[in-house]
């Protein structure tokens, strides 16, 4: 991560509706497909933010 870039960058502009689709896409998908939620959730954060990548870590304890 180049941290000079990001504080450069400005903020993309907040989308409430698109964000509030997204959190009952992922509570809809804990019930119906747990299995596939977090492939949801990456997928959801790269739309979202305009990404190229996105990952989830697990910490296992």
């Known amino acids: 991560v180049i941290t000079e870039e990001l504080s450069r960058r400005s903020p993309l502009p907040a989308n409430f ?25 990456v997928d959801i954060a790269l739309e979202l933010c305009c990404a190229g990548t996105a990952g989830v870590s697990l910490l296992e304890t």
């Open 17 to 41: 509706q698109a964000e509030n689709q997204a959190l009952h896409t992922l509570a809809r998908q804990m019930v119906t497909e747990p299995a596939n939620m977090l492939q949801s959730l």
